[in-house]
């Protein structure tokens, strides 16, 4: 990389989520990237959701405070219009930290529906916004737009209008480009981990298999929220029909969230409890422990736009993953060489590939050695960071 990564003097991180679970590692993770390159880095975020603040091992599907209860728990056009309202408030915050501030390289926001004020506040201020793009308008929600066609058109103003744009992925940047004839100059950066913190030593392996009662076995894992779209559900549902044929095999699945409770209701009315362990939702600081108890992982299904941040600490930690071939996937993952891909959809191909590669301990330990060195060598936060950077200094020289 030919650019000075530590000339970014001062950044602002802008963002309109909770600051919790999967967006908060996000969040974290280049942050503190950005300020190993030695930039400062300050963070402007909704009341109450500090991604800093202490992790008390919150659901991905429950929300952090009384106000975000409320306001989610509003109807839809109503919900949107608050969601439009909040401009004046990033605008007047957003300004005001400029006035306090003005030797800023470049503002970092993580995009969110109807939020313009930001662009609109670094227009006028002439400082270049960069906009992540973790969520659209033009692609399947869980939560369905009532204000779509104003929705997609506050979308195309701000994704036109943006110095740089940084996808998760190729498919959604495409997909979101369609949409969006005068789109800004975007890079694709998929998510990313610490190596330093998916670290374990033998003794904490023995420790976490002997926490859970998962000595002698063969551990297929999951981490992450138990939610439709993930299928976690669905996946034990069909792996338990197949244990006959896989006596050596348990599961570990950490998480919560709304399909946990039939998950666990099923294990103890089949009598699972001593093949299929549930931990419930915990901090992310126990991750690691938990992911050294693993042999390999399992991701059931993603967004087929999406980047989830699970699969990079499962190869982080050394834990080769079974996933979906979404093309998102199959940008980062390998087939037979840092993981193993199935058929999306096709749980019935999961299950098999699990039991398949579950019976082959050398392949387990090269292909999990093999993600662990792709994620040390390409995809951490601070390859990220460095990407951004340069994106940024590639953007300022063409202006």
């Known amino acids: 990389m030919d650019t000075n990564l530590r000339a970014v003097k001062r950044v602002l991180y802008h963002h309109r989520t909770q600051g919790k679970a999967v967006e908060g590692v996000h969040i974290r993770g280049v942050t503190d990237a950005l300020r190993g390159y030695g930039a400062q880095v300050d963070i402007i975020s909704l009341p109450g959701a500090d991604p800093y603040a202490p992790d008390r091992g919150i659901s991905p599907t429950r929300q952090t405070n009384a106000l975000a209860k409320l306001v989610v728990a509003l109807p839809e056009p109503f919900f949107e219009l608050v969601e439009l309202a909040y401009n004046a408030v990033v605008a007047w915050r957003v300004a005001a930290y400029l006035r306090r501030h003005p030797d800023v390289t470049f503002i970092y926001e993580r995009y969110s529906l109807f939020l313009f004020a930001t662009t609109l506040v670094a227009r006028w201020r002439r400082i270049p916004i960069i906009i992540e793009v973790n969520d659209s308008a033009v692609v399947k929600r869980v939560r369905p737009l009532y204000f779509a066609r104003l929705a997609r058109a506050v979308e195309r103003w701000v994704f036109s209008r943006a110095k740089g744009l940084v996808f998760v992925s190729s498919t959604f940047r495409d997909r979101v480009a369609q949409h969006t004839p005068a789109m800004a100059p975007a890079i694709v950066t998929p998510n990313a981990a610490d190596i330093n913190s998916f670290t374990f030593t033998p003794e904490q392996r023995t420790a976490a298999r002997a926490k859970w009662g998962l000595e002698g076995s063969v551990v297929c894992g999951y981490l992450g929220a138990f939610v439709p779209w993930h299928a976690i559900d669905k996946f034990v549902y069909r792996v338990a029909e197949a244990f006959d044929r896989a006596r050596h095999l348990k599961l570990l699945l950490v998480g919560d969230g709304a399909t946990f409770d039939a998950v666990a209701s099923f294990v103890k009315a089949r009598g699972l409890e001593d093949r299929i362990v549930l931990t419930g939702r915990v901090k992310h600081a126990e991750v690691p422990g938990l ?90 936060w601070s390859n990220n960071a460095a990407q951004l950077i340069e994106f940024h200094q590639r953007l300022a020289s063409v202006s």
Not at 322 to 348: C, H, K, M, S
């Open 291 to 380: 992911l050294a108890a693993m042999d390999l992982a399992v991701l059931p299904s993603a967004g087929d736009y999406t980047s989830p941040v699970k699969l990079f600490e499962f190869m982080a930690c050394g834990v080769p993953p079974v996933a979906p071939d979404f093309g998102p996937i199959q940008e980062v993952l390998t087939d037979g060489e840092t993981g193993w891909l199935f058929r999306a959809d096709n749980l019935e191909q999961a299950v098999d590939t699990i039991i398949a590669r579950s019976q082959d301990e050398a392949a387990l330990a090269r292909v999990g050695g093999a993600a662990r060195e792709y994620i040390r060598r390409e995809r951490q």
